[in-house]
């Protein structure tokens, strides 16, 4: 038995074989589109249902969370906000400096508090007078399980003092962080900057 539509508007003013094509056509794109909804629906759900993929997606999260942090680090040093950025690290958090594996004298500064007291002592000395940039690019992550990750990134760090029309390159190397899941997020636990060395002319 052929299904009898009735349509209304523009489409009503064709002929009245077009009519009946066109509403035959279209309640069988639909029913169609219908059908290939239901199926992808199904497969959605039993597909996101396996813990496999679960894991996956929770790991997928957890790196872009971390990236945000990483990229919140930047701005918070950058603009100034020291208690924007002593925040980014676990109560216990650790910064560090290092040249060739070797610690830098007087750069280990440990606890969030000591984090913050030395964000302020530095935006208010020896900043005070300049934007400074950390350009981070490359970010790779070593290890991602369970509550701990590391990561790698490389960095261009420059100062332009107030007044000056460029800015001008104060540092490079790669900063390894371990990051710590919290209650309140992803935490920095320990921050290491492995400062690149001037380079040697050829002999």
Do not use: C
Not at 15 to 42: F, Q
Not at 118 to 142: C, M, N, P, W
Not at 154 to 161: G, S, W
């Amino acid at each position: 038995m052929r299904m009898r539509h009735r349509l209304s508007g523009p489409r009503a003013k064709v002929s009245r074989g077009s009519v009946s094509w066109l509403a035959t056509a279209e309640h069988e794109t639909m029913s169609r589109t219908e059908r290939v909804m239901a199926w992808a629906s199904a497969l959605l759900v039993g597909v996101l249902s396996t813990p496999a993929l679960g894991q996956e997606l929770g790991a997928v999260e957890d790196r872009l969370l971390i990236a945000e942090q990483l990229t919140q680090y930047s701005y918070r040093w950058d603009g100034k906000d020291a208690e924007g950025f002593a925040n980014l690290f676990t109560d216990d958090g650790v910064l560090e400096r290092r040249i060739n594996g070797l610690l830098v004298t007087g750069s280990r500064v440990e606890g969030r508090d000591a984090i913050r007291a030395y964000a302020i002592k530095s935006h208010e000395g020896r900043l005070a007078d300049r934007q400074t940039r950390h350009y981070f690019s490359g970010l790779v992550f070593l290890e991602l399980s369970g509550d701990r990750a590391v990561t790698e990134n490389m960095a261009l760090i420059t100062h332009q003092p107030y007044g000056e029309p460029t800015a001008q390159i104060s540092g490079s190397g790669i900063y390894r962080k371990i990051w710590r899941r919290t209650p309140e997020g992803w935490r920095i636990a320990e921050r290491v900057l492995h400062s690149d060395r001037p380079p040697q002319r050829p002999r």
